[in-house]
Nanobody, 122 residues
Framework: QVQLVESGGGVVRPGESLTLSCTAS????????VAWFRQTPGKKREFVAL????????EYGWFVKGRFNISKDNGKHTVYLQMNSLKPEDTAVYYC???????????????WGPGTQVTVSS
């Protein structure tokens, strides 16, 4: 059984940066695709970024526009989301997920973290 815990959320001003971390417990972290999603109240969860287990496939949501970077450290069982040039509309709860194959849809992801709040406000 894999458990995920996100960290690094907080309150930042527009234009600032933030790096989220997601650490997995359990075996075979390196065999999973990893992804980040986000959700605001009253809206569906939205795809942010993904990275395949072999690093061949990396994709970002349409709104990222070069501002975010997803990376992972297999030795630490951790996936990161570096977010730059943050905007108020980036305010959301951010979730990490692990799945058998990379997809911008939620369904293939078997394991989810509880989420971490990111607030961008002046």
């Amino acid at each position: 059984q894999v458990q995920l815990v996100e960290s690094g959320g907080g309150v930042v001003r527009p234009g600032e940066s933030l790096t989220l971390s997601c650490t997995a417990s359990g075996p075979s972290f390196e065999d999973y695709a990893v992804a980040w999603f986000r959700q605001t109240p009253g809206k569906k969860r939205e795809f942010v970024a993904l990275r395949s287990y072999n690093d061949v496939t990396i994709e970002y949501g349409w709104f990222v526009k070069g501002r975010f970077n997803i990376s992972k450290d297999n030795g630490k069982h951790t996936v990161y989301l570096q977010m730059n040039s943050l905007k108020p509309e980036d305010t959301a709860v951010y979730y990490c997920a692990l799945g058998s194959f990379p997809s911008p849809r939620e369904e293939p992801y078997e394991y989810w973290g509880p989420g971490t709040q990111v607030t961008v406000s002046s």
